[in-house]
């Protein structure tokens, strides 16, 4: 099993910290797609996995979920957080067992999630529609009534495909945040598709957050980027940070950073592998 770097108390304590030095942006990986950033008093959790629902939900069948890392913190303990995002409907990304424990301890939680999906939000969050920001691809939205003004844009993501409801609504998507001076790109799940990094590079990134998992047949679940592919886009967005994720959970659909690595080396991209509860600050400096 996996250990956090940091976790439960010593996790608050850092994030603590972090917060006393709000001109710059802070980033913690909490496992899979999930990570926490604050900047200037703002704090947006980004596709929170923070249970054992689908270790549970698979027991005893032919695809176990057996965990390989340990948890980084109960959700209820985050009781801080004023936006959580959900990028897509699976559960690693949309867990009612995180969602509901953190709405209870946020009373004016937001929720930032494509608008195809707005009622799976809503049955799993506990939510009601007023806290629930959908959005399409290509649509954006500023959160103003927060500590500091933070805006949301909607990006497609293709999980393999990029798929669409009835009436044409993106179901997987990503979300550019814009946190002040700087950009962060959480992809969601995704693999790469034609126009994504002219789509993107305008927005002058100071991190990515890429999966790296891959794609596998014999692991019947959509698939995603692979550690070369993830850094090879981060090259091609002019990413300044690029940060692996979506691996280290579960023992059937994970993968090494190595491959990841080696590649952002060859490409002097600029890169960071977070252990578990790790934190990525980025100041001014490291903009320039």
């Known amino acids: 099993m996996i250990r956090p770097l940091q976790q439960d108390d010593a996790l608050l304590a850092d994030l603590a910290a972090a917060r006393r030095d709000p001109a710059a942006l802070h980033v913690w990986w909490l496992g899979q797609s999930g990570f926490l950033a604050a900047w200037s008093g703002v704090t947006v959790l980004f596709d929170p996995y923070l249970s054992d629902s689908l270790t549970k939900k698979y027991a005893g069948t032919d695809k176990p979920h057996v965990r390989v890392?340990?948890?980084?913190?109960?959700?209820?303990?985050?009781?801080?957080?004023?936006?959580?995002?959900?990028?897509?409907?699976?559960?690693?990304?949309?867990?009612?067992?995180?969602?509901?424990?953190?709405?209870q301890a946020n009373p004016g939680l937001l929720m930032v999630c494509p608008e195809a999906n707005r009622a799976t939000v809503?049955?799993?969050?506990?939510?009601p529609d007023e806290r629930i920001l959908g959005l399409e691809a290509g649509g954006q939205s500023e959160i103003g009534n927060l500590r500091s003004k933070i805006t949301f844009h909607a990006v497609p993501a293709a999980h393999e495909a990029l798929d669409v409801d009835s009436q044409g609504r993106h179901l997987y998507l990503g979300f550019v945040v814009r946190l002040g001076?700087?950009?962060?790109?959480?992809?969601?799940?995704?693999?790469?598709?034609?126009?994504?990094?002219?789509?993107?590079?305008?927005?002058?990134?100071?991190?990515?957050?890429?999966?790296?998992?891959?794609?596998?047949?014999?692991?019947?679940?959509?698939?995603?980027?692979?550690?070369?592919?993830a850094a090879q886009l981060a090259h091609d967005l002019g990413a300044r940070q690029a940060v692996p994720c979506h691996y280290d959970l579960f023992a059937f659909n994970t993968a090494s950073p190595d491959a990841f690595v080696a590649a952002c080396e060859a490409l002097r991209q600029p890169h960071r592998v977070l252990r578990l509860g790790e934190r990525l600050t980025l100041g001014a400096a490291d903009r320039r």
Not at 122 to 127: H, I, N, P, Q, T
Not at 204 to 210: K, P
Not at 218 to 228: F, K, M, S, T
């Open 69 to 103: 890392s340990g948890r980084v913190i109960a959700p209820e303990r985050l009781d801080f957080v004023d936006v959580v995002t959900s990028s897509h409907n699976h559960t690693d990304h949309l867990d009612p067992e995180t969602l509901r424990l953190l709405a």
């Open 122 to 127: 809503r049955e799993r969050s506990g939510l």
């Open 181 to 229: 001076p700087f950009t962060v790109y959480h992809a969601g799940d995704t693999v790469r598709y034609a126009g994504m990094a002219e789509r993107l590079r305008p927005f002058a990134l100071d991190a990515a957050l890429l999966p790296i998992n891959g794609r596998a047949p014999e692991r019947r679940v959509a698939g995603n980027l692979d550690g070369p592919e």
